[in-house]
């Protein structure tokens, strides 16, 4: 069974870089099968996907918060990485680490996510 | 980008009721549409892809239609565990990939 796990810090100051990580067990992240995505959630609110990498490196972001994320892979440790740079209260959410399959890029599998607030 | 509309934004039904949900593409997406569960406090869980495919392991009841800009989440008979958010999701777009903002389905 795939887990996927967030962590990093859960507050923020603003103007900061926002950085997590998530630890894929129960599968390989070097699969050419699948995406592995960030997916954020603000409070009371929808869905927005930020980014994904494949991992042979290859990145692919949301438009909207393009020039601020950057996401890489560390095959060695199954794991991957979210930084989000000059950070504001908008993005304070339950950010959320996502297995993505490559043919379709739905989500098959998430993290439980874990909520980033930003504030000095 | 293509904007994903649901509606209604809140569905009141009883267990047992049918139950059907739409979501409305700002332009075609083919058939390339996912639809989600979410719970409180809990990530969403992938019920039907490419349109009308239900996820591994998700009960009968789901399912799922439409092609093109227009698309519906129906369950046929619903369970108390049912009530909760739905989402759509496109990925026509790539590398764009777009939610819609959710219905809330509530008890009556």
């Known amino acids: 069974q795939v887990q996927l796990q967030e962590s990093g810090p859960g507050l923020v100051k603003p103007s900061q870089t926002l950085s997590l990580t998530c630890t894929v067990s129960?599968?390989?992240?070097?699969?050419?099968?699948?995406?592995w995505s960030w997916i954020r959630q603000p409070p009371g609110k929808g869905l927005e996907w930020i980014g994904y990498i494949y991992y042979s490196g290859s990145t692919y972001y949301n438009p909207s918060l393009k020039s601020r994320v950057t996401i890489s892979v560390d095959t060695s440790k199954n794991q991957f990485s979210l930084k989000l740079s000059s950070v504001t209260a908008a993005d304070t959410a339950v950010y959320y680490c996502?297995?993505?399959?490559?043919?379709?890029?739905?989500?098959?599998?998430w993290g439980q996510g874990t909520l980033v607030t930003v504030s000095s | 980008e293509i904007v994903l509309t649901q509606s209604p934004a809140t569905l009141s039904l009883s267990p047992g009721e049918r139950a059907t949900l739409s979501c409305r593409a700002s332009q075609s997406v083919s058939s390339y549409l996912a639809w989600y569960q979410q719970k409180p406090g809990q990530a969403p869980r992938l019920l039907i892809y490419?349109?009308?495919n239900r996820a591994t392991g998700i009960p009968a009841r789901f399912s799922g239609s439409g092609s093109g800009t227009d698309f519906t989440l129906t369950i046929s008979s619903l369970e108390p565990e049912d009530f909760a958010v739905y989402y759509c999701q496109q990925r026509s777009n790539w590398p764009g990939i777009t939610f819609g903002q959710g219905t809330r389905l509530e008890i009556k």
């Open positions: 996502a297995r993505g399959i490559a043919a379709r890029e739905d989500f098959d599998y």
């Open positions: 490419d349109a009308s």
């Open positions: 129960g599968g390989s992240i070097s699969s050419g099968d699948y995406y």
